[in-house]
């Protein structure tokens, strides 16, 4: 499973699903943290890719196809809290993609 960070999420999350053994990057090192949402949407949908964002523009997009989205609906929070509900919930969230959902609402 691919996994896009996007950009108002910080970089170590993407380092902590890489160290869960996943392929994830962050906006950023794809040079895309200017990007419009449309343009993380298709780099997403080429690889069948997990958008993980708060952004709520990706929800509308998920309806239209291609790649699917981990919405973090959690408010302003530090990183280890946002890091500890990630890492908490994962596996659920994981199986659900895997069951083939395409959107993920992750809520604290």
């Known amino acids: 499973m691919k996994i896009i960070v996007d950009q108002q999420l910080p970089p170590l999350l993407a380092e ?7 392929d994830a990057v962050h906006v950023r090192e794809l040079g895309m943290s200017a990007a419009p949402d449309s343009d993380i949407w298709a780099e997403a949908s080429r690889d069948n890719a997990v958008v993980i964002s708060r952004d709520e523009d990706f929800v509308a997009r998920v309806r239209s196809g291609g790649a699917r989205l981990v919405w973090i609906r959690i408010g302003n929070c530090t990183n280890p809290t946002l890091l500890a509900a990630i890492e908490e919930n994962w ?12 959107l993920v ?4």
């Open 16 to 22: 902590w699903f890489r160290a869960q053994g996943l």
């Open 105 to 108: 609402e992750l809520r604290a």
């Open 91 to 102: 596996p659920a969230i994981q199986d659900k993609l895997q069951g083939g959902e395409r």
